[in-house]
């Protein structure tokens, strides 16, 4: 689960670094994120960290759909 920002909250610049807790056994985790429930046209990146800063996001008060999938056993899954 994202832990920053916290779930609901306005974005006031178009940077923001993404924090999440570990998953056990996870090797790597991908983080979307969409205009649309389950989208990614914003943006998506794999990462071995359990953080990633994004910028170029809108901070125009739309609601952003931000999802993080976690790599465990060979395959992808959403904690």
């Not at 090797?27 to 800063?53: P, R």
């Amino acid at each position: 689960l994202i832990t920053t920002p916290t779930p609901g909250q306005t974005l006031t610049s178009a940077s923001v670094t993404f924090t999440w807790a570990a998953i056990a056994g996870a090797t790597k985790y991908k983080l979307e994120i969409g205009s649309t429930a389950g989208g990614a046209d914003l943006y998506s990146q794999e990462t071995t960290a359990t953080s990633l800063a994004v910028s170029g996001l809108p901070t125009d008060g739309r609601t952003l759909y931000v999802r993080i999938s976690a790599f465990v056993n060979g395959a992808y899954g959403t904690p």
